[in-house]
């Protein structure tokens, strides 16, 4: 996957851009610090919709598995050794 701009699918018309949002995350109870993770995706500069290919997906659900990796190692960690952040 390159990164010139493609063609939108869906008007045809557009120009896709490819995107990095940062998403923050509330987790709640959890305490993990700076839970900020990265969103791939792009955005068509004609109808605006935000689109992923599959690239971008497979991108997103590594860094979502990553997140879930973090995640089960501190709750492990609290349920081991108390309050501890990674
Ligand atoms: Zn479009």
Request: charged share 20%; with cysteine; proline share 1%.
């Amino acid at each position: 996957m390159n990164q010139s701009l493609l063609i939108c699918p869906i008007c045809l018309d557009g120009r896709l851009e490819n995107l990095i949002e940062k998403i923050q995350i509330d987790l709640g109870s959890i305490t993990l610090d700076n839970i900020e993770i990265e969103s791939h995706f792009s955005i068509c500069d004609t109808c605006g919709c935000e689109q992923a290919n599959a690239t971008q997906i497979s991108q997103n659900k590594n860094i979502m598995l990553e997140l879930k990796h973090r995640i089960l190692q501190e709750q492990a960690n609290n349920i081991l050794y108390g309050k501890h952040t990674v």
